[in-house]
């Protein structure tokens, strides 16, 4: 009985040190709001928006390209329509 008593008084300490040790916000506090997921989230979605404006970027500058040789084109045939009807 005695070796009962104290094998229950041992094994009680240990669980709750290991239940605290889950419980615990940890040495950078709560993830809470400001909390450093809620940082981690906000630097992500502003590497992603970054990278999404750089691709669109790219994108209008290549149809700005495009735009440009299509007028060209359009131009060197209206002069030919010029040159064949004069």
């Keep these: 009985m ?3 008593c104290i094998s229950r008084h ?3 300490p240990v669980n709750l040190r290991v239940a605290s040790r889950f419980y615990s ?3 950078l506090g709560g993830s809470g709001p400001g909390g450093p997921q809620d ?3 906000k630097r992500e979605r ?3 928006d970054y990278y999404a404006r750089q691709q669109e970027r790219e994108q209008l500058a290549h149809v700005k390209e495009q735009l ?3 007028k060209k084109k359009l ?3 209206e002069n030919k329509i ?3 009807s004069k």
Excluded: S, V
């Design 68 to 70: 440009k040789e299509h």
């Design 10 to 12: 041992t094994k009680l």
């Design 46 to 48: 502003a590497k992603e």
């Design 39 to 41: 940082i981690f989230i």
């Design 82 to 84: 010029n040159n064949l």
């Design 2 to 4: 005695l070796n009962r």
């Design 75 to 77: 131009e060197n045939l």
């Design 25 to 27: 916000d940890g040495p």
